[in-house]
C-alpha cells in the first residue's frame, strides 16, 4: 500500500481501498486529522468524505498558513506600510482580517502593499527604489527556505523581512496535547514532507505513537493513506508510514533543511485561533537583524481584534468542527464577502468547502 501505480488509478480501486477502509476500521469511531489545504482541496473536490464509512472522519487541522497568520502581525505589517515602507507579500494575506482591518483596507487607505509571487522579486523592487521594502513572509516548512535563500544573497540595505513563517510538526503536538479534539491519526503533508523527509515528524510518533502516514494528492493516495493509519489502529501500532516515496525522502530535502537552520532560529509563536505553540515560529538569527524587520522597525501592534460573533475558524482551525458547522457559513461569511480567515485563502477549509457547494450531512 505505499505505493500506487498508474493502473490503480480508477473507481473500481477507490471502490475496493473504501471497503478495506471499512473493513479495518471494524466500526469503530476513527478521526483522522490533516494539515494541508491542498490535501483538503482533493478531499472535498472528489467527495471523499462521502465514499467513507460513516464511523471514520477526516478533518482538517491548522493547515492553512494564510488562515493561522495572528492579528497582530497583520497589524504590525499594516504600520510598516503605512510608515511609508512598500510592503510586499502573496496575494492570499490581502483580504485576512486583523484589528486595523485588512492589508487590503490599507492599500485602499494609500499605504503602498503590493502582491508578489516570490520573495524574490520583492528583493528585485529593493534594488529600484530608494524606500524601505519589506517583505511580510509567511508559510510553514515549504516557503520558509525560499526566504532564507534570498537573505542569504546579499540583497540590498533597503530590503528586509517580517518573518510570520511557522512549523507543522509543534502544531500537531499541540493539538494531541491539548486533547480539546480526538486525534486518531494524522495524513502528513506532502508539500512539507518533501522538505522536512520523515525525519520531521519522529517527534510526534515517539511522544504520541500516533498513526501518520504522509500521502501525495491524487484522491487515491489520499485513500490509502486512511486505509493505512486504520490498519495501524487495527494492529495496535502507532508509527509513521510514508505513501508518498515517490517525492518525500526519508531526509528530506537537505539543502532547504540546511538554509532552515543557518537562517532561522526556532521560537514561540502565535497561531490565530490556536494560541501560542512552543518552538513553532522561525525568527531570523542575530546576523540578520540588518534585514530583520521586526528589530529595524518599532511599532504599537495593541489594536483589538476579535473573531466576529458566530464565526467558528478557531474550532475549524483546530479540528474540532467542520466548515458547515459554523453559522456564518455560506451565510454571512462567503468567498466573495469572508468573515473569517478560513473563507480567505484558497487553502481555507470555509473556502474550500465554498467553492465546491459543500452542504451540511
Known sequence: MSGISEKFRDGETAGRVVKLIRELSGGRRIRIVHVCGTHEDAITKHGLRSMLPKNVEVLM???????????????FAIRLAESGAVLTTFGDMMRVPAGLGSLADAKARGADVRIV?????????????????????????????TTASELLANPPENFSVYSAHILIPPAMIHLLKSGETPVDGFIDPGHVSAIIGEAGYRVVTERYKV?????GFEPLDILFSIAMICRQLKEGRGELENAYKRIVKPE?????????????????????GIGTI????????????????????????????????????????????????????????TPESPVGPCMVSREGSCFISAKYGVEQP
Open 211 to 215: 498513526p501518520q502516514v504522509i500521502a
Open 252 to 272: 528530506g530535502n537537505q539543502t532547504a533543511i540546511r538554509l532552515l537552520d543557518e537562517v532561522f532560529e526556532r521560537r514561540d509563536a502565535p497561531w490565530r
Open 61 to 75: 487541522g491548522p493547515g492553512c498558513p494564510v488562515c493561522t497568520v495572528p492579528p497582530n502581525r497583520i497589524d
Open 117 to 145: 509571487y516570490s520573495i524574490h522579486d520583492a528583493a528585485k523592487m529593493a534594488f529600484k527604489t530608494s524606500k524601505e521594502v519589506v517583505h511580510f513572509g509567511v508559510g510553514f516548512e515549504t516557503t520558509a527556505p
Open 278 to 333: 512552543p518552538d513553532s515560529g522561525l525568527a531570523l538569527r542575530s546576523e540578520f537583524e540588518d534585514h530583520d524587520a521586526s528589530k529595524r522597525f518599532d511599532f504599537e501592534t495593541e489594536a483589538s481584534y476579535e473573531m466576529p460573533h458566530g464565526c467558528r475558524c478557531g474550532e475549524v482551525l483546530r479540528a474540532v468542527c467542520y466548515p458547515w458547522e459554523c453559522p456564518l457559513f455560506n451565510k454571512g461569511c
